[in-house]
């Protein structure tokens, strides 16, 4: 018997069920998602409500899709501004939408997890049901794999792209070989970059999740918030956060300090999934020329090549890094409209834009930092 369920908590679904139908990909396994809803991270009031669906058969989880009922469109990375006013203007609620993705972080990965295609042809359906059903806007599952575009085509959505600079690992020997590969200017600009955060006196230190003390995470916790409060952002992450994921998962947990003085005044985040190091947050108290490039970008490069990762993705936009050795890479996402006028105008629209930023895309693909390019 296939019936379909819909939880309001991941903490329903089996961890073991749960992390079988995922490839690999620690942001998206049961502990971190559960960890944001433990700590708070998500929920009412951030306007991220967990709505997972998941289909079974005889009790046996067969595919499942981490969905969240949204009333803002915060920490999703795809703007649909304009969508929203559209809707307002002509007297109809674009909140509360059903969006597919991880929570406040723009990565590409699994959006339906399932053992075969039967079933995430069936999910689908019964998400795209639900959705309507439940008189929601529309469903947006953003930043999935190319993989999966086939099923959503056939569901009839509509598709949206944007640009991400990833860096990709090219059997580089060490960070000296990968600048040689640089044009020369890239090059030597990298090397004073690197060269002012040594002359000031910085030290780094590279921690994986069980080598962060307390006192380090309460340190980077401080840098996170000061972030957000200086962007005039909501910091949605916390201490609890930090140091929970760290125990549970310290192996996918990559912290990078830098200490000044005997003063710990900055620090990164990232996670190790894979064959990929995610670049997630940052922040600091003191402000020191290039050390946001060295903790974020170069210090990433150099763990990449010396523990054979294959890529690094550094985070949402940013064509700056570009002369840092990260190119422009093209990520997805696909929406349904429940009103059908809406979603014919919509797709119309987002075809547009699609040939803009294909367009944008090739003339990127020029500004190469390589020499062999």
Partial sequence: MTTIKIHSSITEISPIAWNKLIKDQFLLSHEFLACMETNQCIGDHFGWITRIIALYQNDHLMAVMPLYKKYNNYGEFVFDYAWADAFEQSGLPYY??????IPYTPATGQRLLAVDNQSRILLLAAVKAYTKEAKLSGLHSLFFPVSELKYYQAQDFCFRQDIQYHWHNQNYSDFNDFLSRLLRRKRKNILQER?????????????????ANKTDWQNFNYFYQKTFI????????????????????????????????????????????GETLYGR????????????????????????????????????????????????????????????????????????????????YKELQNQSPYSGN
């Fill in 230 to 273: 200086q962007k005039s952002g909501t910091a949605t992450f916390n201490q609890a956060f930090f140091i929970e994921i760290a125990q549970k998962k310290p192996e996918n947990i990559l912290l990078v300090l830098a200490d000044l003085n005997q003063k710990c005044i900055a620090g990164a985040l990232m996670y190790i999934s």
């Fill in 281 to 360: 947050h940052w922040g600091c108290i003191e402000e020191v020329n290039s050390l946001h490039f060295e903790l974020c970008y170069y210090q990433g490069i150099e763990y990449c090549i010396k523990h054979g990762l294959q890529y690094f993705e550094p985070g949402a936009q940013g064509q700056h890094k570009i002369a840092r050795g990260f190119m422009p890479t093209l990520v997805h996402s696909a929406h349904y409209l429940t009103d059908e006028r809406f979603h014919q105008a919509i797709s119309q629209w987002c075809e547009a834009e699609s040939q803009a930023v294909n367009e944008y």
């Fill in 96 to 101: 509360p939408k059903l969006v597919s993705t």
């Fill in 195 to 211: 060269r002012r955060v040594q002359q000031a006196g910085v030290q780094i230190r590279v921690l994986k999740g069980d080598q």
